[in-house]
T-cell receptor
Framework: GDSVTQMEGPVTLSEEAFLTINCTYT??????LFWYVQYPGEGLQLLLK?????DKGSNKGFEATYRKETTSFHLEKGSVQVSDSAVYFC??????????????FGKGITLSVRP | KAGVTQTPRYLIKTRGQQVTLSCSPI?????VSWYQQTPGQGLQFLFE???????NKGNFPGRFSGRQFSNSRSEMNVSTLELGDSALYLC???????????FGPGTRLTVL
């Protein structure tokens, strides 16, 4: 079945450092890929998405590129802020006509950014 | 446009009781999905409803059930609560055109 693997955490960075969070997936066909972020005590917020190979999703300075050849969707940000401290989830969605909407999530990784 | 709303935000129940959680999707979204989040198992899919019909179901026991109303609002019910049902229950509504899911704030259920 489908699966998503995220790098082990937690990750602690200093403010303005470069961030990379690795995500690889196993799936048949051509899934859509997502990054969600969860702040303490809250639900999941969509951060960015990509629906086909070589698409780049971007939002709030974060970027991720859908790499089908390496089955990866790594999240990057050039300069992190304290406010980026949260848990980040990589997820995939298989698209089948008439029966859909099951997201498969990675385990999540906690990012802490020090001032 | 208002986001996904879930009520209540917090619940405390005892073993053996039952509980009903409610979710109102984003206006115009017809699909609602439910997920359970626990520290040990992470995020797991419970079920999805579309136009009042269950369209997809995860691997959970029959104690977990749901329904959807004609206005797309959804409820999930857990009967005969167990300690292991303590979790954050998240509801997501799907934008039909893009299949993108938008999540609510969740209901934190504690079973004592």
């Amino acid at each position: 079945g489908d699966s998503v693997t995220q790098m082990e955490g937690p990750v602690t960075l200093s403010e303005e450092a470069f961030l990379t969070i690795n995500c690889t997936y196993t799936a048949t066909g051509y899934p859509s890929l997502f990054w969600y972020v969860q702040y303490p005590g809250e639900g999941l917020q969509l951060l960015l998405k990509a629906t086909k190979a070589d698409d780049k999703g971007s939002n709030k300075g974060f970027e991720a590129t859908y790499r089908k050849e390496t089955t990866s969707f790594h999240l990057e940000k050039g300069s992190v802020q304290v406010s980026d401290s949260a848990v980040y989830f990589c997820a995939l969605l298989q698209s089948f006509t008439g029966a859909n909407s099951k997201l498969t999530f990675g385990k999540g990784i906690t990012l802490s950014v020090r001032p | 446009k208002a986001g996904v709303t879930q009520t209540p935000r917090y619940l405390i129940k005892t073993r053996g009781q039952q509980v009903t959680l409610s979710c109102s999707p984003i206006s115009g979204h017809r699909s609602v999905s439910w997920y359970q989040q626990t520290p040990g198992q992470g995020l797991q899919f419970l079920f999805e409803y579309f136009s009042e019909t269950q369209r997809n179901k995860g691997n959970f026991p029959g104690r977990f059930s749901g329904r959807q109303f004609s206005n797309s609002r959804s409820e999930m019910n857990v009967s005969t609560l167990e300690l292991g049902d303590s979790a954050l229950y998240l509801c997501a509504s799907t934008e039909g055109r893009t299949d993108t899911q938008y999540f609510g704030p969740g209901t934190r259920l504690t079973v004592l």
